[in-house]
């Protein structure tokens, strides 16, 4: 990094706000001014960097930039090894919060009887509370997230997601239950709401779909391995236990994460750089970049409001939100069911939990699928040329096409009892498809919309978790009315339509996220 100085006075006025703002600018020009002719030197106006769209251009002696596109410092720029090492801590966290999410599943029947509740939908609430957690969780970090820091975030709220578990594991009624349960989702949220930033912050565009497939695995993988631990401690050791293993597993990830985690967010690093040399030089004049005088209440309500804005002004983010939305809830529903579905219909009861390593398989397999062509297919379909996101999202079609196929499997043979591994098979294409678009939809949002990505996937994770945590509450009703055959045909049909979005995005989504209509201010 390095301190741009000069003893001109500009004589170009500032661009107004409105045009530093707008999220289809993918770089800001350079600003260029007449040499004084009184002086011997020509001013320099400090580029601002692309990652933040909120920059009031002042003239002020001092300003801290980047030492151009490979400064050392800046994340793009780190050695591989250090890159990689963030996104495993950042990994190992967003495995831990949707681990949380599904664990308590199998102990519901062992909650709702030492309660002395009988309302089945009152423990499925206990379970799907978490993901509204999850919906309005995202709304405040993210803002925080880019006013702090990333780093801040997630150590601030590792300590009160164990916390927060701590009071779940002594609860003494189920409101108090379902009101930490809904706590722990709401700071469980953060690396689910801030790790696509961290993958955007270390890696580039053609380098971002084996990253954010890395990324996106423990977000999958987390609620299926969940239920399958949780079946075994809640039987073994009571379903308290679930709770302090949760405790054990995050203290453990965040004493390593205190210790190897660094802070990406390149706006922020600039701005602790400014303020060691205002310290070590004496001269408050030193200023970062990207420093703005709007104050920091102005700039979080802003950050609030805007990913609700995106999520229903633009018609890409939208669609690709109802798409997660939906298969997010489908997943959800089948974590909440599957246990009755094997104990009442094949009498599967001690190793129940294994049940739900088919789904966890079936993303592995996509993971490994997806690692493999993501990147190659961007590439080859830009030929040399222009990387657009929307190269992103052709694999999703024959993997979506997965969530369908699965369900009917599972549906018909557990409707008719086949051998208890065959609907298992049904869940390992659901896997398979569940990775194959949650993947994708996290990066397509991170390149499309690069100066907005923070809000484009919280508008994504909010309208997600939303839909996680209502469609496992109606569940139960439509199994017992249509049973699983027609239940899971019905959820097949709705995941097939939704496949529609996906055809939406890739014929019409440049048009739609370039339009001016539909621009974010």
Not at 105 to 122: C, F, H, K, L, W
Not at 227 to 242: C, D, E, H, K, Q
Not at 476 to 503: E, F, H, K
Request: proline fraction near 7%; glycine fraction near 10%.
């Amino acid at each position: 990094m390095s301190e741009k100085a000069s003893n001109t006075t500009p004589t170009t006025p500032a661009l107004p706000d409105s045009e530093l703002s707008q999220p289809s600018i993918s770089s800001i020009p350079t600003l260029t001014e007449a040499p004084d002719p009184d002086c011997v030197e020509k001013q320099t106006v400090t580029k601002a960097p692309l990652t933040d769209p909120t920059i009031n251009i002042d003239h002020d002696p001092e300003i801290v930039k980047w030492d151009g596109d490979d400064d050392p410092e800046l994340p793009l720029n780190w050695p591989s090894s250090k890159k990689w090492r963030n996104v495993v801590m950042v990994s190992a966290l967003t495995f831990v919060t949707p681990f949380a999410s599904s664990m308590f599943a199998p102990a519901i029947n062992q909650v709702m009887q030492e309660m002395g509740t009988t309302s089945r939908d009152v423990g499925s609430f206990g379970v799907s509370i978490y993901l509204l957690g999850y919906a309005f969780g995202p709304l405040v970090l993210g803002p925080c997230s880019e006013l702090y820091g990333r780093l801040i975030v997630y150590h601030v709220c590792a300590v009160l997601f164990i916390l927060c578990n701590v009071s779940c594991a002594l609860s003494i009624s189920m409101p108090m239950l379902i009101i930490f349960r809904f706590l722990t989702g709401l700071v469980g949220a953060a690396p689910l709401t801030i790790g696509p930033g961290t993958v955007s912050d270390c890696f580039r565009q053609e380098e971002r779909g084996r990253a954010m497939a890395v990324w996106t695995m423990p977000v999958l993988l987390g609620p299926c391995l969940g239920p399958a631990v949780g079946a075994y401690v809640s039987r073994a050791l009571g379903w308290r236990w679930n709770f302090w293993l949760l405790i054990i597993m995050s203290g453990v990830v965040s004493v390593f994460c205190l210790f190897f985690q660094r802070e990406t967010h390149p706006p922020t690093l600039l701005k602790h750089k400014a303020a060691k040399l205002r310290k070590s030089t004496g001269n408050p004049n030193i200023r970062h970049v990207g420093h703005t005088t709007t104050s920091r209440r102005q700039v979080f309500t802003t950050s609030i409001v805007r990913p609700v804005k995106m999520l229903f002004l633009s018609p890409v983010i939208f669609g690709l939100s109802l798409l997660t939305a939906v298969a997010y809830g489908t997943l959800y529903l089948f974590f909440t069911t599957v246990t009755d579905v094997f104990e009442s219909r094949y009498g599967i009861v001690t190793n129940v939990g294994l049940i739900y390593l088919g789904c966890g398989c079936g993303q592995f397999a996509g993971l490994f699928v997806l690692g493999l062509v993501s990147d190659a297919i961007v590439k080859r379909a830009a030929k040399g040329g222009e990387m657009k996101p929307e190269y992103r999202l052709p694999p999703m079609i024959p993997g979506g096409a997965m969530i369908p196929i699965g369900l009917l499997i599972y549906g018909w043979t557990a409707e008719y009892k086949v051998f208890w591994f065959v609907p298992v098979i049904g869940t390992f294409f659901i896997g398979f498809g569940m990775i194959s678009v949650f993947t994708p939809v996290g990066t397509y949002l991170i390149d499309a919309f690069p100066v907005y990505a923070a809000s484009a996937t919280a508008a994504n994770t909010v309208f997600r978790s939303v839909g996680g945590a209502l469609l496992p509450l109606a569940g139960p009703r439509m199994y017992s009315s249509l049973g699983q055959g027609w239940g899971n045909t019905l959820l097949a049909a709705i995941s097939l339509v939704m496949m529609g979005m996906i055809v939406m995005s890739l014929k019409y989504g440049e048009r739609l996220r370039t339009n001016p209509r539909y621009q974010i201010s």
